[in-house]
């Protein structure tokens, strides 16, 4: 086992990472920018370097200072969080040419699922079901029409380098199509570096489950159940729950199954992720996966009891997984909404500042994976989200109350945040009978994808 860890990142996921490995006796080291001198992920760690100054480009996605702050504090592996250089090939290169094991999977992995027509490829061959569409990217408009024309509009076009909802777009019909192509190429290119872009037939109505998986390096592979993610404001999801209250147990299985199949596929090590579709018939389409940890994990431990973080640490030190396919649990029903530093009154902009006071509520089945404490600065250099609360109770109506109760009992004082808005969600009738899908927003709380 590892004598010291690297956790190269912030916020709450940094803070997260160093817990579990305090559980497990291992020394930690962080980075830090010169923004998040004060912060609390440095409070927690052991040791820290600062790798650079506030802008995230300068700091926490400098991979030569990350790797040079591993190789002064002589940590044997760096845990990359999510987000920032999590699925970057390259630094997961780099790590193991400088002898550092990166925790996560390997880097030619992390390579293929980046390429989401790739992805797709290598699942559709795998015998995964694929939402249908275009076999490889697409590189001119003719061939674009042909296959858009074979699908039937409304098709998607989305970008290979993108995910998670980055340079994607709906095409209505065929005069959108020129417009469209070219934009999204356009755009690919500005944001990737790589312009091809792929396309799929648009499912009208939606639901966006993953399925967590684990794999480690003894040929062991479980899944841990689906999480329910439709609810997303511009791409970033606001709320997610476990198990999704359109999933049957048969479903359950197969969706499962899918994953674990989509694992071995890859050669899939580590935690991650497989994202699907479900129709409104309960068919589940693969549209891409993450090969990192997620924001949404604790969902998943809630649930199971298993801890994805320790796992993943125990799988990159060649330890057997801990759990059996056949000892995993799906116990009652986890629900976590992601605090953040935004303002709902201004169309969720950033609320940067100083926390004044930060009290949270303590209780059964109320868990608070946070970044901040009172008096911490919020800098305006990164991601909003400052915290996330998950709840786990029998039903899923009781966790919305005791959610409820939760964020009633939250208090942050310094900054604005969209602890109301969660309120309103939950308050929603809609919601409350578990009739959601990805245009929930939109059409249940009037939020138009404009803001
Ligand atoms: C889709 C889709 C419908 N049809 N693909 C991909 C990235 C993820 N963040 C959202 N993704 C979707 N891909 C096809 N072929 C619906 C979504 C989707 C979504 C789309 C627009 C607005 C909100 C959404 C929420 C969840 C899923």
């Not at 290169?93 to 990166?102: D, K, V």
């Not at 976590?336 to 059964?364: H, K, M, N, Y």
Request: proline share 5%; glycine share 8%; hydrophobic share 40%.
């Amino acid at each position: 086992m590892f004598n010291k860890i690297l956790v190269a990142n912030r916020g709450e996921i940094a803070c997260r990472v160093i817990q579990a490995c305090r559980e497990l006796k291992i020394k930690t080291a962080t980075i830090y920018s010169e923004a998040d001198r004060e912060s609390l992920h440095v409070a927690l760690a052991d040791e820290a370097v600062c790798v650079g100054p506030a802008p995230n480009k300068d700091s926490y996605l400098n991979v030569a200072n990350i790797i040079s702050a591993a190789v002064i504090t002589e940590a044997q592996a760096i845990h990359p969080g999510y987000g920032n250089l999590s699925e970057n090939p390259d630094f997961a290169e780099a790590c193991e040419a400088c002898n550092i094991t990166f925790i996560g999977p390997p880097a030619d992995v992390i390579a293929q699922m980046g390429d989401k027509a790739k992805a797709r490829r290598i699942m559709r061959e795998a015998g995964v079901p694929v939402v249908p569409g275009s076999a490889n990217g697409v590189t001119d408009l003719t061939a674009a029409r042909q296959i858009a024309d074979q699908l039937g509009y409304p098709v998607m076009i989305k970008a290979s380098a993108g995910g998670g909802g980055r340079g994607i777009r709906v095409i209505h019909n065929a005069e959108q199509m020129r417009e469209a192509f070219e934009q999204a190429q356009a755009e690919a290119n500005s944001s990737f570096g790589d312009g091809e872009v792929y396309l799929e037939k648009y499912l009208e109505e939606p639901r966006h489950v993953e399925v967590q998986i684990l794999a480690d390096n003894h040929g062991n592979i479980v899944h841990l159940g689906e999480r329910e993610c439709s609810i997303q404001y511009r791409h970033q999801k606001l709320l997610e729950e476990s198990p999704s209250a359109v999933v049957s147990g048969s479903v359950r299985r197969r969706l499962g199954e899918a994953a674990v199949k989509a694992a071995e596929a890859v050669g899939y090590r580590n935690a991650g992720t497989v994202e699907f579709l479900l129709d409104e018939r309960r068919r589940f389409y693969f549209i891409e996966m993450n090969t990192r940890i997620q924001v949404e994990h604790p969902v998943t431990e809630m649930l199971t009891g298993v801890d994805i973080v320790r796992e993943q640490i125990q799988i990159a030190a060649g330890e057997p997984l801990s759990c059996e396919q056949g000892q995993i649990w799906f116990n009652g029903h986890a629900l976590e909404c992601r605090i953040l530093a935004a303002d709902p009154d201004r169309g969720f902009a950033p609320s940067p500042g100083t926390i004044s006071r930060w009290q949270t509520p303590v209780g059964p089945g109320v868990r608070i994976d946070s970044g901040v404490t009172t008096d911490s600065v919020v800098p305006s250099h990164y991601d909003p989200m400052i915290a996330k609360v998950i709840c786990w109770d029998q039903t899923r109506q009781k966790t919305i109350a005791r959610m409820e109760g939760a964020l009633q009992s939250l208090v942050v004082e310094g900054i604005r945040t969209n602890i109301p808005y969660h309120l309103r969600i939950l308050g929603n009738a809609y919601f409350r009978q578990g009739d959601i899908d990805t245009h929930f927003l939109e059409r249940r709380m009037g939020l138009s994808e404009g803001g």
